[in-house]
C-alpha cells in the first residue's frame, strides 16, 4: 500500500488502491443496474402486469435476503479479491445463459406473464444482478481493511457517490436502452462490462491479509457466531430490526414505483428522470464524503429517515411528475447518509474478520421484510387500492381534490406507507435501544 501524507484533506488521504477498487465495483454495480432496471421496465412493457413487476420485486427482495449469509460468509472465507471475481464469474455466467433463453424463445411467448420462458429468463437476469450483493458486502470490508477508523464515515460517503454515479447512469441507459436498441442488445452490453470488469480486476494487487480462523475455513454459514458478535454491542439488534421495517415499508416503492412513473411519463422519459434523479446519490454521498457524519452517526441516520419519510407523505399526493421528481430527489438524497452511517457503526464496534458475516446477516434480516411487502402489495394496490381510488368509496371521500384513477389508487398507498414510517421512526428514536446505543458510539 501506498503512504498516505497527514497533512492532505481527509478524502484526498485515502490510498489509490481503495479508488481503483471503487471504480472496478462502481462499473460492476452499474452492469447490475443496468439489468436489473432493464429487465423490469421491459417486463411492464411486455406485459402490462403491475402483478408481474411486483412479484419480480418480490423475487429479487427474497433472494438478496436469503443470499446474505452465504455471501458474507463467503466475504470472511475467501481474499476479497477472490470473493469479488468470483461475483463478477457468477454474473457474467448467469446473464450468458438469460440471454440464449431471449434468443431462443418467441417473443409472442415472452408477452405472456404466466409463461414459464419468460419467469426463467427474468429469474435469471436479477440473479445474475444479485450475484453482484457480493462486491458490496466485500467493499465495505475493504474499507475497515485499507482505512483508519477517522476515514471510513467519509469513504463510506464516496461509495454511496459511486452508487449513486451507477444508478444515474444505469437510468438512463436501461431505459433508452429497452426503448432504442431493444433487450437483446441490452443484455449484450451487460455481458461486455461485465468481461471488462473481471479483466481489469485480475490485474489488481490486493493487501495481504491474515489467514482466516479455523472458524471461519470451516463454518460457510455461522449465524450463531454472527448473532453472539452482534448481541456484544447494546441496541445492535435494534438498528438491524428498526431498519428492517424500513425496508418492509420501501417494499412498497420498490414493487409499484416504476407503475406509477410509468402512468405519468413514457419509458424513455422515465429512464432519463431516473438518471437525473440519481444525482441526489452522488450528491448525499459527496456531502458525507467531505464532512462525515457528525459526532453520532446513529442520530443523523434517525433524523434522516424523518425527513425521507415526510417526503413520502407528500411527493404523490397529486399527479404530478414535477412534486414526484422533487420529492424523490429528496429522498435519494438522504439514502446515502443512511447507508453510510449503519456501515460507519459496524465497522466500527465488529471485528474485521467477522465483518462480512455480520454485513451479510444484516443485509438478510433487513432484506427479509421487503420480499414479504413486494408479494402482498401488488394484490393490495390491484384489488383493493386501485378499485377504491377508480369505481370506489374514495372517489366520493376524496377524489375531489386527491384524484382518481389506477395511479391515484397507488398514490394513496405511498401517502399512508410514508405516515406509517414517520410515525415509527418517531417512536423508535424514544425507545431504549436508541438511547444505549446512541450513548455508547
Known amino acids: 500500500m501506498e503512504t498516505i501524507n497527514p497533512s492532505a484533506p481527509a478524502v484526498d488521504r485515502l490510498p489509490r488502491l481503495f479508488y481503483t477498487i471503487l471504480i472496478n465495483s462502481l462499473t460492476a454495480s452499474l452492469t447490475n443496474n443496468f439489468v436489473w432496471f432493464a429487465v423490469t421496465f421491459w417486463v411492464y412493457l411486455e406485459t402490462k402486469s403491475v402483478v408481474a413487476t411486483s412479484v419480480m420485486a418480490g423475487v429479487y427482495t427474497g433472494t438478496v ?13 475467501y481474499p476479497k479479491k477472490q470473493a469479488m471475481l468470483l461475483s463478477s464469474l457468477g454474473s457474467l455466467l448467469l446473464y450468458l445463459i438469460a440471454a440464449t433463453i431471449y434468443v431462443l424463445t418467441p417473443s409472442a411467448v415472452l408477452k405472456d406473464p404466466a409463461s414459464l420462458a419468460l419467469w426463467a429468463f427474468i429469474i435469471l437476469s436479477l440473479l445474475g444482478a444479485i450475484a453482484g450483493n457480493m462486491r458490496s458486502i466485500a467493499l465495505a470490508t475493504v474499507v475497515t481493511i485499507l482505512l483508519p477508523e477517522a476515514q471510513r464515515d467519509r469513504a463510506n460517503g464516496l461509495v454511496g457517490t459511486a452508487n449513486g454515479v451507477s ?6 441507459f436501461s431505459g433508452l436502452g429497452i426503448g ?7 443484455l449484450i452490453l451487460a455481458i ?9 480486476l485480475w490485474g489488481l ?6 489467514a482466516p480462523t479455523t472458524e471461519s475455513q470451516h463454518d460457510s454459514i455461522d449465524v450463531r457466531g454472527t448473532i453472539r458478535a452482534i448481541q456484544l454491542i447494546p441496541g445492535m439488534f435494534g ?6 421495517f424500513n425496508n418492509f415499508l420501501g417494499g412498497v416503492f420498490m414493487s409499484l414505483m416504476d407503475a406509477y412513473g410509468l402512468s405519468l411519463a413514457s419509458v424513455q422519459t422515465w429512464g432519463i428522470l431516473w438518471g437525473v434523479l440519481s444525482l441526489g446519490f452522488i450528491i448525499g454521498g459527496l456531502v458525507v464524503a467531505r464532512v462525515g457524519l457528525g459526532k453520532n452517526p446513529l442520530r443523523t441516520l434517525f433524523l434522516a429517515n424523518i425527513a425521507m419519510w415526510t417526503v413520502c407523505v407528500f411527493f404523490t399526493i397529486q399527479a404530478s411528475i414535477v412534486l414526484l421528481a422533487a420529492g424523490m430527489f429528496g429522498y435519494l438524497c438522504l439514502i446515502p447518509v443512511v447507508e453510510a452511517a449503519e456501515q460507519t457503526i459496524i465497522q466500527k464496534v465488529i471485528p474485521p474478520e467477522r465483518q462480512g458475516r455480520v454485513f451479510g446477516f444484516a443485509q438478510s434480516v433487513e432484506q427479509a421484510a421487503s420480499p414479504l411487502t413486494a408479494f402482498m402489495i401488488g394484490p393490495i394496490a390491484q384489488f383493493i387500492f386501485i378499485p377504491f381510488m377508480t369505481t370506489g368509496a374514495g372517489v366520493d371521500w376524496i377524489g375531489s381534490w386527491f384524484g382518481t384513477g389506477t395511479a391515484r389508487g397507488l398514490a394513496l398507498l405511498f401517502t399512508l ?11 423508535a428514536m424514544r ?11
Open 239 to 244: 438498528l438491524i430490526f428498526f431498519n428492517t
Open 180 to 186: 432504442f436498441i431493444g433487450m437483446a442488445w441490452t
Open 205 to 210: 494487487s490486493f493487501p495481504k491479509q491474515e
Open 417 to 427: 406507507t410514508g405516515l406509517i414510517g414517520l410515525i415509527i421512526t418517531l417512536v
Open 431 to 441: 425507545s431504549k435501544a436508541y438511547r444505549t446505543l446512541s450513548s455508547a458510539y
Open 192 to 200: 461486455i462490462l461485465t468481461g471488462i470488469v473481471i479483466v481489469h
Open 65 to 77: 435476503a436469503l443470499s446474505g449469509f452465504f455471501l458474507g460468509s463467503l466475504v470472511d472465507r
Open 167 to 172: 444508478f444515474l447512469i444505469a437510468s438512463i
